[in-house]
């Protein structure tokens, strides 16, 4: 029985099992984005309503709600990220930016 090797595709952003392979770094502007995207799918509103200054708490984000989406983003990042997190940085601006700056330093 031969067995064949087949190419293995993998979308920006995504985890691999390579040990080998170093994580992707997110920038700021990714991660603004995911917020953006993940607002709008969530409140139903278009993106462009997504305003990245304004506190999280403006949009009506519950403490349940912050937990899944910090879940959802860590899943996306590939690395832990703490509910409190919200709290310590407000807005989709700076808590991106503390992101992307804890990525470079990983």
Known sequence: MEIQNSEVTQMPGEATSNSNT?????????????????LSDLLDIPPDEIEVTIPFERYGLDSSVAVGMTGDLQDWLGSNVDPTLLYDYPTIE?????????????
């Not at 170093?22 to 993940?38: E, G, R």
């Not at 700076?94 to 990983?106: I, Q």
């Open 94 to 106: 700076s808590l991106a930016a503390y992101l992307a700056d804890e990525s470079k330093s990983n």
């Open 22 to 38: 170093s994580k992707p770094q997110m920038t700021a502007a990714d991660i603004q984005s995911w917020f953006v995207s993940y």
